[in-house]
């Protein structure tokens, strides 16, 4: 199992630092999310202030893009990067597609696949030559000449990883994606019962190897240097699990546990607006369930405690800031 770090920084100038200190403290691979700044952006600042760590999206928005824009991007970071480019795709949420985007929401997993295939099918005709003809339901591309091509790259096999919380995309990533995202709103059970068995069915489907495919979890973590300060991380938590648990898509999580009537609840406050009241909701078995805790030296094992036989990479849901503890995280995770 691989330990990684995520940023979530105020300006982009802030990254070149971290993505060297993230490198300095031994993580695998350093992620960079979509929300408050372009992550293709994120991970060029990143790329070429770093030599070994693996730069990745966690997740880059696929359907606010065509394929071949992505496919650009992509293209353009792993050669900066030297081939240590992950692309972590997203489908987002109806509201956010429409609403803060503008863009139309279609059926999410086969348009998503149909984005993965065309993506690789763009890249095979920069690095070989190879005849563009994609005809799907939702893109049509049959046109790519020399002047818009791109050289052929050094490392031309990009990662793609999927972001799946419920069956349909978790069995889709195992069909025909190299990883997948997991959510940072999950449990141990939803992993066991939901997502890996949603995942092996499409992975059996295709007759694919399962070690071809990697499982990369966000984690809530409780982390501190006194029982105080975990403690204090840990109830502020419920703010997030709440947000997260309002949205339909993560109904069948809450169900699975009980918790259907909170998700209701939840989802009723949030269209109120009554946002300082949803964290009420959150009670300790659902804290149980969704964080992790642990000082900076033990959180390391209890994530490999937790998530052994799981996942194949784990990190926390947690912005990497540079300070020193995070070595400590690091150093305990491998002892």
Request: overall charge neutral; charged content about 25%; some cysteine.
């Amino acid at each position: 199992m691989k330990i990684d770090a995520e940023v979530f920084p105020d300006s982009p100038a802030e990254i070149p630092g971290l993505a060297r200190k993230a490198e300095g403290c031994g993580f695998d691979c350093v992620w960079f999310n979509e929300t408050k700044h372009d992550p293709f952006v994120q991970l060029a600042l990143a790329a070429v202030n770093t030599q070994k760590i693996q730069v990745g999206t966690s997740i880059a928005l696929a359907f606010t893009r065509s394929p071949t824009t992505l496919a650009y991007s992509a293209w353009d970071i792993q050669s900066l990067s030297k081939g240590r480019m992950i692309l972590g795709l997203g489908s987002q949420v109806k509201g956010h597609i429409e609403r803060r985007f503008g863009m139309k929401w279609e059926s999410p997993a086969p348009k998503m696949k149909e984005v993965v295939k065309l993506l690789r099918e763009v890249w095979e005709n920069w690095q070989t030559g190879e005849t563009l003809d994609f005809q799907g339901k939702f893109f049509k591309v049959n046109l790519m000449t020399p002047f818009f091509s791109p050289p052929p790259n050094e490392n031309p096999r990009i990662p793609v990883y999927l972001a799946g919380v419920n069956r349909g995309m978790c069995r889709l990533a195992g069909e025909m994606a190299d990883g997948l995202h997991v959510h940072p709103l999950h449990t141990v059970r939803y992993l066991r019962e939901v997502v890996k068995p949603a995942l092996s069915k499409g992975i059996f489907e295709v007759g694919r190897n399962p070690e071809e495919v990697s499982v990369a979890a966000s984690v809530f973590a409780a982390v501190g240097a006194s029982k105080g300060h975990i403690g204090r991380m840990r109830e502020s938590f419920k703010e997030q699990i709440a947000f997260y648990a309002s949205t339909r898509a993560y109904r069948p999580l809450m169900e699975l546990h009980g918790w259907g009537d909170v998700a209701d609840r939840l989802r009723e406050l949030s269209f109120r607006g009554e946002w300082g009241r949803m964290g009420s909701e959150v009670g300790e078995d659902m804290l149980e369930e969704f964080v992790v805790e642990g000082t900076w030296e033990s959180i390391g094992k209890e994530l490999e405690k937790r998530y052994s036989g799981l996942v194949d990479r784990v990190r926390l849901y947690l912005p990497f800031d540079g300070d020193p503890v995070w070595k400590q995280l690091v150093d305990g995770f491998h002892a």
